[in-house]
């Protein structure tokens, strides 16, 4: 079955550098905080003393969907999360090889992933963090698992900051006997606030595919419940991001969405969040 291999082929779990979250149409690396920044960049990642919950889902090209969640809770010095995800890839068309192209009827793939997650302040100004995490990959008939983890470093003040690390790096999913590294890269993101309005970028080296990716974004605080940002995303072709976000008391609601490169159209991402 062609389709079959083609995305086995492909696979190693690419859907982590999918946008987990409304902001993950942005520049994610960068700008990321609260939550959102267990996703992306570890260091960024802080919470409070109470309970903290944040739910993402993605509606993409098709019948692809995913599903994030978030908890987090601060523990003395330390920031502490969990993250979890579930990227379906919806019924997929079955074709026999050559010299057929008749469907055969349809499969399913679903990557799954739990990440545990902390951070705390180093020095001044400084900070820490690193994620660890259980990634699960199934197609059709065919199942891998294998570990990966995060690791950042980041320096903020009120007026801008700077952090820089790793992501995806660990093992291999292997499936039907072809091997597949997870899609680790090297990350470098900068931003720096001019009063409501702060400007960042972020640069990514993918490093199995020895590919860069881009963004810059400019996000504004219009009123102490409203924001929005707009995004120019370089990946093999340039595309735009919107985001969205509302605030009430404890209560958040995100929206993101992008033009994404790879023919799969527009990608929405809503959002809530809460304390308890």
């Avoid at 490093?207 to 924001?227: C, K, P």
């Amino acid at each position: 079955m062609i389709a079959l291999f083609i995305l086995i082929s492909s696979a190693g779990v690419n859907t982590l550098l999918m946008p987990a979250s409304a902001k993950g149409v942005l520049t994610y690396y960068s700008s990321s905080a609260g939550d959102e920044a267990i996703f992306y960049n570890p260091a960024l990642f802080h919470t409070r003393e109470n309970f903290h919950l944040s739910l993402f889902y993605s509606n993409i090209y098709a019948s692809m969907k995913n599903l994030n969640l978030a908890v987090s809770k601060k523990m003395n010095n330390f920031d502490l999360g969990i993250n979890i995800m579930n990227f379906d890839y919806g019924s997929i068309i079955a074709k026999p090889e050559y010299p057929t192209e008749d469907s055969t009827g349809f499969y399913t793939a679903t990557d799954f992933y739990i990440g545990l997650c902390a951070s705390r302040p180093i020095a001044t100004n400084g900070r820490l963090g690193l994620k660890v995490k259980y990634i699960y990959e199934n197609v059709y008939i065919y199942s891998s698992a294998t570990m990966g983890f995060d690791l950042s470093i980041a320096y903020l003040n009120q007026v801008y900051g700077i952090s820089t690390g790793a992501s995806n790096i660990g093992g291999t999913i292997k499936l039907a006997n072809e091997s597949v590294n997870l899609p680790a890269k090297l990350s470098f993101g900068y931003y720096r606030s001019i009063n409501k309005l702060t400007v960042s970028m972020d640069l990514h080296y993918l490093i199995n595919t020895s590919e860069f990716e881009s963004a810059i974004a400019g996000e504004m605080r219009l009123t102490e419940n409203f924001e929005l940002g707009i995004s120019i995303n370089y990946r093999d072709s340039f595309y735009p991001g919107f985001y969205l976000g509302l605030y009430h008391r404890s209560l958040s609601i995100k929206y993101g969405a992008a033009i994404y490169p790879y023919d799969l159209g527009m990608v929405n991402n809503i959002g809530i969040g809460f304390n308890f």
